[in-house]
């Protein structure tokens, strides 16, 4: 299993429906730790790194894009899978997807 890089305890599986994903950082947080977060009165900032939360999908993208021009592998496949799948404001674009995937 995958642990949270928070708590360090393992997140139960699914992980997609057990944790959310934090774009600034490229971490999985599990969901007890977002709770914990939120109840601490942080919950506009990230759990793990503390930066803000992006609130709208251009955000997200900029954050996502400028980690995947550093060559961060967490950050290309998050961008390759949004192209696959058509999310955060990007037209689905198998083609492109599957080049970041091969970089």
Do not use: N
């Not at 393992?10 to 774009?23: H, N």
């Not at 894009?65 to 404001?89: C, N, T, V, W």
Request: proline share 7%.
């Amino acid at each position: 299993s995958y642990p949270c890089l928070r708590c360090c305890l393992p997140i139960a599986l699914p992980i997609t429906e057990q944790s959310a994903f934090q774009s600034c950082c490229m971490k999985e947080i599990c969901h007890g730790c977002l709770l914990a977060s939120a109840k601490r009165g942080m919950g506009e900032s990230c759990p793990f790194c503390r930066a803000p939360t992006p609130d709208s999908d251009t955000a997200i993208l900029a954050l996502v894009q400028k980690r995947a021009d550093a060559k961060d592998p967490l950050a290309i496949e998050f961008l390759a899978q949004s192209y696959y799948d058509g999310k955060h404001g990007l037209k689905q674009e198998t083609s492109r997807a599957i080049e970041l995937w091969t970089e």
